[in-house]
């Protein structure tokens, strides 16, 4: 049986609590969506910010919405170059140890003390598909990716919940390096 996932390219990002989103925007602010992602109940927000480091900085990253429990800037291995900041590859959420950065809003300025990670690569499985493959949570697998540039890509986390929806999703580098793009398919090798 053929185990086949859409591929999600995603492009630096940050997730802010509503402190942070405050802060940035002003007193009582809240998110208005742009559009919806390929997880249930989140969305990229129309708010954007700049994000600065030592040695660079990027003026419009992408929100994504609802905020959450802790703010985290979610950038490629290119990209924390760009920035001098030396970022940690990490699953969504493990921000303990990691590098701060300046963002600037219309309203404000936060520093961040942690939370610039570059997000391990990972596939969204609902819990109902990975009982059907025989996939456990926090199991790392084995991806292929096809077309001209194709690459196998290893320790690929599975995260399983009966709130996600099917997505694998890699960062811009590593789409780059396989010609991979939004929509693509990938396949479960191991």
């Known amino acids: ?15 802010l609590t509503q402190e942070h989103v405050e802060a940035l925007f002003g007193p009582g602010y809240q998110l208005t969506e742009f559009k919806p992602l390929s997880q249930p109940g989140q969305f990229a927000a129309n708010e954007q910010v700049a994000v600065i480091g030592s040695k660079g900085k990027f003026d419009k990253v992408r929100i994504l919405g609802p905020a959450r429990p802790a703010s985290q800037l979610e950038i490629s291995r290119t990209d924390s170059f760009a920035l ?3 970022a940690p590859v990490r699953e969504s959420g493990n921000i303990e140890g990691t590098p ?4 600037k809003g219309p309203a404000g300025e936060v520093e961040l003390e942690q939370g610039v990670i ?13 009982e059907a493959w025989g996939i456990a949570d926090k199991q790392l697998l084995k991806v292929r990716l096809g077309g001209d540039r194709g690459l196998v890509l290893e320790n690929v986390i599975a995260r399983v919940s009966d709130s996600f929806k099917l997505d694998m999703h890699i960062d811009t ?3 780059n390096a396989a010609g991979a793009n939004n929509g693509d398919t ?5």
């Open 118 to 130: 570059i997000a391990a690569r990972h596939i969204h499985f609902h819990t109902s598909e990975a």
């Open 84 to 86: 001098g900041v030396k």
């Open 186 to 190: 990938a396949e479960i090798v191991d």
């Open 1 to 15: 049986m053929s185990k086949t996932v859409p591929v999600g390219v995603s492009a630096r990002h940050i997730h």
């Open 100 to 103: 701060g950065i300046t963002l």
């Open 173 to 175: 580098d590593e789409a």
